[in-house]
């Protein structure tokens, strides 16, 4: 499977949990559903997180929030196992590329070397 655009999915829907984390912010939510990030663009399952745990995800631009079993192993790595949530890491190469350059905190793209 093509793994430029498993990263670029991934991304995007880190984007719409962006989103969604400002919103629970606002309103000083305390657990939130969160979209899950795994690669499969048609996978629309909800996780639920607090905003605490969910920064923690984004604090790293290479870790990912996902359901317990949606991981993929050729491109990624679990690292940290609870209940609801799984995190995984990056580690493929060129996926963690892509996902630190589309990563919304990380401020204007700088620019990359393919
Ligand atoms: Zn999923």
């Not at 991934?10 to 984007?15: K, S």
């Not at 604090?59 to 949530?85: A, C, M």
């Not at 589309?102 to 620019?111: E, I, M, T, V």
Request: net charge negative.
């Amino acid at each position: 499977m093509d793994e430029q655009r498993r990263a670029k999915t991934e991304a995007l829907f880190r984007d719409v949990n962006e989103r969604i984390a400002e919103t629970a912010e606002r309103f000083d939510a305390t657990g939130t559903e969160f979209i899950c990030e795994c690669s499969d663009p048609n996978c629309t399952h909800g996780v639920e997180a607090s905003n605490s745990e969910y920064e923690k995800v984004r604090e790293d631009p290479t870790t990912f929030l996902v359901l317990p079993g949606h991981e993929q192993d050729d491109i990624e790595r679990v690292v940290s196992r609870r209940r609801r949530l799984w995190v995984r890491e990056k580690v493929q190469a060129a996926v963690r590329q892509t996902v630190v350059r589309l990563d919304p905190r990380s401020g204007p793209a700088a620019p990359t070397e393919l």
